[in-house]
């Protein structure tokens, strides 16, 4: 029988995963547009 209890887990641990490094990429790029927004 499937461990969906394992397989949820593994989903959601995944998801929290991608969510920080969109944010951090988003952070990211913020920090460029500040930088580079006085330039134009």
Same mark, same amino acid.
């Given at each position: 029988?499937?461990?969906? $209890?394992?397989?949820? %887990?593994?989903?959601?641990?995944?998801? #929290?995963?991608? /969510? $920080?490094?969109?944010? %951090?990429?988003?952070?990211?790029?913020? #920090?460029?547009? /500040?930088?580079?927004?006085?330039?134009?």
């Amino acid at each position: 029988m499937a461990d969906y $209890e394992k397989m949820y %887990k593994t989903l959601i641990d995944g998801v #929290e995963k991608a /969510i $920080e490094e969109l944010k %951090k990429a988003e952070l990211a790029c913020e #920090e460029i547009y /500040i930088q580079t927004s006085d330039d134009e």
